[in-house]
């Protein structure tokens, strides 16, 4: 597998902090190497087909979708990026 970077995603990156930014460096390495590991809670999101979540802190998400063999980032933020994936 190997991520696309959508241009909200992007968007989304730059406006962190760079610690937080660190985090979801580390989260995403993780996420190609095992998309199963309990700490990213990886789960399919209510309401939005074909739209997954993953954890980068506790305050802190991730949007994907696969297509493929591609994950595609969507969004990364706070907890309300969940509102509009």
Same mark, same amino acid.
């Given at each position: ?8 995603? #992007?968007?989304?990156?730059?406006? #962190?902090?760079?610690? &937080?930014?660190? *985090?979801?460096?580390?989260? =995403?390495? =993780?996420?190609?190497?095992?998309? +199963?590991?309990?700490? #990213? +809670? &990886? ?7 074909? &739209?997954?979540?993953? +954890? ?15 994950? &595609?980032? +969507? *969004? ?5 990026? =969940?509102?509009?994936?």
């Amino acid at each position: 597998m190997k991520f696309f970077y959508s241009n909200d995603f #992007l968007k989304c990156y730059n406006l #962190l902090p760079e610690n &937080i930014q660190d *985090k979801v460096n580390k989260k =995403l390495a =993780l996420f190609l190497t095992n998309s +199963r590991l309990p700490s #990213l +809670r &990886i789960k399919k999101m209510k309401g939005f087909e074909d &739209i997954w979540e993953g +954890r980068i802190t506790k305050n802190y998400r991730f949007t994907f979708q696969i297509k493929g063999e591609v994950y &595609i980032l +969507r *969004k990364v933020g706070a907890h309300d990026v =969940l509102k509009n994936p």
